[in-house]
């Protein structure tokens, strides 16, 4: 069942993103925050030790750490990130997120336009 965005891209709106997330105790949680033509916010929480293996998305992307903390590999360097670490990947950039800890990231992906 696919769930609506949590804000509507037509509308101004606000939103608290600690009050967003939801936890769990052995999953992977992902919520749709804003869903537009040339941009899509989603809100992941990870239970500690779950993982994404190496991946790559055509689009240009934005993590910014929430809370907790994780390994990131981007472009085969891991780093561990925290709270208030932010990450910009390039268009195809591999990457790969290992939760060391139960930690929340916010994503933004930005689609180039359909008239470019």
Same mark, same amino acid.
């Given at each position: 069942m696919k769930l609506s965005a949590l804000l509507e891209s037509a509308e101004p709106g606000i939103l608290n993103l600690q009050? %967003? *997330?939801? $936890? $769990? %105790? $052995? =999953?992977? #949680?992902s919520r749709t925050v804003l869903d537009a033509d040339q941009l899509r916010v989603t809100l992941f929480s990870f239970a500690a030790g779950q993982s994404l293996t190496e991946? %790559?998305?055509p689009a240009r992307a934005l993590v910014q750490i929430l809370s907790g903390s994780c390994e990131f590999v &981007? *472009? =085969?360097?891991?780093? #561990?990130?925290k709270a208030g670490d932010f990450v910009h990947m390039p268009p195809g950039a591999l990457h790969a997120v290992r939760a060391t800890e139960a930690f929340?990231?916010? &994503?933004?992906l930005l689609r180039p336009s359909s008239d470019a």
């Open positions: 009050e %967003a *997330a939801q $936890s $769990s %105790a $052995s =999953g992977i #949680v991946h %790559a998305t &981007l *472009a =085969g360097k891991a780093s #561990v990130l929340t990231m916010l &994503l933004t």
